[in-house]
């Protein structure tokens, strides 16, 4: 029987994995982390193997697992084929698991997350290792108070924001798009209207923290539509009095579930709750409705009414990330050797600085940093111990920074800029911010499609394929085209990257005055790695680029 675990002591134990630190995707993916996070696979006849998506294999490899230990699934969508040349890849988890599997059952371990159980159990024999269940106590909080204890802090990033701004002519006007109105209760209620649940169990910080105004720490947020207020279940008696006092105790999650909801379909989010939290509801004669999508879009959706916060981590951001690798320029240049880690803590300290010089009261800390040398690899990674000096060819730094009050995340950021060292290199980066801002942003208005979005930047950049293969940045017989449809040219921001919301071939969102979000051209061809990104946000008579620190490049 081929067994699949996700333990993060096994990860680390048995094979120095931290996919929090090592990883990027699992950093980025705030609400479905456990979704990317490898998964490992063993049986009695064969030794443990880790299960990887392939656009994290750079930073397995980095991070000092041996190539023999890892089998990577759904290939890394790339214009250069030859990182990935030679590189067995199975098409999906499920070929994967079932190749291993050989036709026995695949047995989860209660640790692993549901949606791998949805997908495995339509074509394999699937069992579940139950989880242990553990008393709960709960809690309520008023819905009045969480959206005032929002409201009050809008207030705070509003005057914070509008003085940041005050003096930077191309973002004249985008503070008259502050003070919103908070809709994130009627958000719930339409969307529970349209899937016909009746109540949400909601576990990933991003989803606990818009419904409780509070950190999200292990606990568990119930909400049942037409209510006034929040349900929370703690089995921690000292978290738990963050809630005030205990209105009842189950003898499990499930039953407390069963016991405030008033029927039998419950929205869970599929991407982040383990297949053993998972049974338990099913076995308290629940009927579970996948709504990881669906609570995407609702923060994806409603993230103007956090604007100030936005417009904080966006400055921030291109702050901090132009000032590293300009520091980063200048060592090169001086002659001097220095690491990538080392670019990584000048961009941190810049984020302070940037804080402390603004007097901005608010908590900013890194979301995630993807920074990494050319000469190292293409693939998308965070920073390791490897070193930085004149033979470098190209450093991207494409990061995010979250803006945090009380513990609770109200604000993200996700903006590329990169250093390019060959005249190649460096003329493409120039021709990449021209399709960011003129190219992507540029068709950015309310009524946009987001299907349209990308379609109108392949037709901008179509003209212009010739010279990036003529400067050696795009291979004579590279299906550009097809490539580039098997990914987005940027997305929304809903307190984190979207992977809900994207400008991608076939999703038909259409923006609207208050949309946000990001639009960027990642290139890695050759011996460059190359990211260009910028924050917009839609309003009222025009696009604002939020990550331009002027009317240049720059």
Known sequence: MLRLSANLDTLATDFALYPHTSLLFTAIRLDSHPLVRPLIAHSDSTDPVLLVRQQEQGNVLSAGVAAERI????????????????????????SLVGELARGETVRLDADVVYSHQMTLAETLTVEIEPAISSPVRVHTLSTSEIVARFNEWRRRGARAAADLISEVPHL?????????????????????????IDGLVLLAPPNFSEVTGRAGIGDCAVWIPGSDQVYVL?????????YGDAIGEYPSLADAVAALAPGER???EEEFISVGVAGQLVDAGLDLIPASIDLAH??????????????????????????ALSWAERKIDAGDEFTELDIYRRYVEFIDEFKSDNSIDLEIEPYFTNLHSSNRMLFPGPPVDFPINDETTCIQLDAGVQVTIDGVVVATSDMARSLPRTPAAKEAYEFFFTVVREGIIGQLRPGVVCEDVHEGTLQFLAPHLPRMIEIGMLGQDTDFDGIYRGRNVGHLMGKQES?????????????????????EIPWRYGDVAIGTEDLWFIGRDRTFILTQRDRTRS
């Open 71 to 94: 089998r990577f699934y759904a290939p890394w969508v790339t214009l250069d084929p030859r990182p990935v040349a030679g590189v067995e890849v199975a098409q999906s988890l499920t």
């Open 298 to 323: 609702w923060r994806d959706i409603r993230d103007h009414e956090d604007l100030p916060f936005q417009v904080i981590a966006a400055r921030t951001s291109v702050y901090a990330i132009e000032e």
């Open 266 to 268: 419950i929205g869970i």
């Open 172 to 196: 004249l006007g985008l503070a008259e798009h502050f003070g919103t109105s908070d809709t994130r209760f009627t958000g719930l209620e339409s969307l529970a209207a349209e899937r016909g």
């Open 499 to 519: 992977f809900a919301n994207e400008l991608r071939p076939g999703y038909k969102h259409t923006l609207d005055i208050g949309s946000f979000g990001a639009a």
């Open 234 to 242: 703690t089995n921690d008696a000292v978290h738990g009095g963050r």
